[in-house]
Nanobody, 129 residues
Framework: QVQVAEAGGGLVQAGGSLILSCVAS????????TGWVRQGPGKDRKEVVA???????????ADSVKGRFKISRDRKKTNNTAYLHMNNLNPEDPAVYSC???????????????????WGQGTQVTVSS
């Protein structure tokens, strides 16, 4: 069984920063791509805002966060912790941010949320004006 856990959400003023972290674990888990997916209030669509492949050689970002968010992976850590550094947060960013695992394609980053197989419960990010 695969478990995914996020941490680091909270309330921040517009223009501020937050760092989210994600740990995935499980006996069957080997190599995987990690994505950060958000779903804003009242929105049905889940947006993949960033993703990083297993070797941390490839990253992808949604246009809405390019230049403000950065995804990284610490491969030295036992659980290969992934991070999402969010800078210059604005009123369009509040959402539940979930970490998701794509184990089918660890070498590439896919940008559709339907490609991700395992999900964390999500962490709320709120931005005050």
């Amino acid at each position: 069984q695969v478990q995914v856990a996020e941490a680091g959400g909270g309330l921040v003023q517009a223009g501020g920063s937050l760092i989210l972290s994600c740990v995935a674990s499980g006996e069957a888990l080997w190599q995987y791509t990690t994505g950060w997916v958000r779903q804003g209030p009242g929105k049905d669509r889940k947006e993949v805002v960033a993703g990083i492949n297993w070797r941390a050689e490839s990253t992808e970002y949604a246009d809405s966060v390019k230049g403000r968010f950065k995804i990284s992976r610490d491969r030295k850590k036992t659980n290969n912790t992934a991070y999402l550094h969010m800078n210059n947060l604005n009123p369009e960013d509040p959402a539940v941010y979930s970490c998701a695992i794509d184990w089918m394609s660890p070498a590439i980053v896919r940008t559709q949320s339907s490609h991700y197989d395992y999900w964390g419960q999500g962490t709320q990010v709120t931005v005050s004006s």
